[in-house]
């Protein structure tokens, strides 16, 4: 690969602190220049992440709490709140209806509107977004609470329709894209459909493999060769238009 995607690669939703080489796995991405955002599902996990990512260049860490953990932490939220004003990103946190979690749903949208009001109060946060089968209640609760204020959302491994990814994007979402939402016509289809000045790119790693391999960050780069296939463009182009992206996204 050529110096200049090598360090233009963006992965906006990894859990680093999932890996066995955690601390060697940031060190790679620092050495690759790869943009990597650290989510992590409990505010625990936190002043570890903080600690090791907090005079990196190129990673960065997300608070969070995450919706298929709630039913057991929702009582984290104290410990969560206590962090946020260290916190600039924020996630993983959202909503999950799937079968398995969906007896918690409740007491997620309790968490979730808790999150949304805190990042409204204290502005200027940048939240990675889970919304598994619950698009609707999740982009409610966005326009509810953050509508007007300077805080931005990036629905990750979004799954929802192309009605609710309009409507996603008129509330001036992001989404973070992967290779798994690649791997299939509709899902391919459906990424094509989405506006490219609001297009980035993640892992979830370790959710999803690159081949037989977990995914690392620098997995990405497959990611960005699908979307220039897709859109009949080439790599570098992709990457630097995810990379404009960010830069639009995090800047204040
Ligand atoms: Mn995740």
């Keep these: 690969m050529s110096r200049a995607v090598a360090s233009n690669l963006v992965d906006f939703h990894c859990h680093l602190d999932l890996y066995p080489d955690f601390e060697a796995l940031i060190a790679e991405c620092e050495e690759a220049r790869i943009f990597t955002l650290g989510v992590t599902t409990t505010p625990a996990a936190w002043p570890r992440n903080h600690e090791l990512t907090r005079v990196t260049r190129h990673v960065r860490t997300a608070l969070g709490l995450h919706p298929q953990l709630v039913a057991e932490r929702a ?17 993983e946190v959202g909503l999950d209806s799937g079968p398995k979690y969906y007896k918690s749903l409740p007491k997620q949208k309790e968490v979730f509107e808790h999150v949304l009001r805190r990042c409204a109060r204290a502005g200027n946060k940048i939240l990675t977004v889970h919304s598994v089968r619950s698009v609707t209640p999740v982009l409610d609760m966005v326009e509810q609470h953050l509508a007007n204020t300077d805080n931005r959302v990036v629905l990750h491994w979004f799954t929802g329709t192309r009605k609710e990814a309009l409507r996603a994007a008129q509330l001036g979402c992001y989404f973070s894209v992967n290779g798994t939402m690649l791997s299939k016509p509709v899902g391919r289809e459906f990424v094509t459909s989405l506006p490219l000045a609001r297009l980035l790119t ?26 220039a296939v897709l859109r009949g463009t080439d790599r570098d182009e992709v990457a630097r238009l995810v990379r404009a992206n960010l830069r639009d996204l995090i800047s204040d």
């Design 202 to 227: 993640e892992t979830d790693g370790p959710f999803t493999r690159s081949g037989a391999e977990v995914a690392r960050p620098s997995d990405v780069l497959a990611t960005v060769d699908q979307l």
């Design 75 to 91: 009582s984290e939220i104290d410990l969560w709140d206590q962090y946020l004003p260290e916190a600039r990103y924020v996630g």
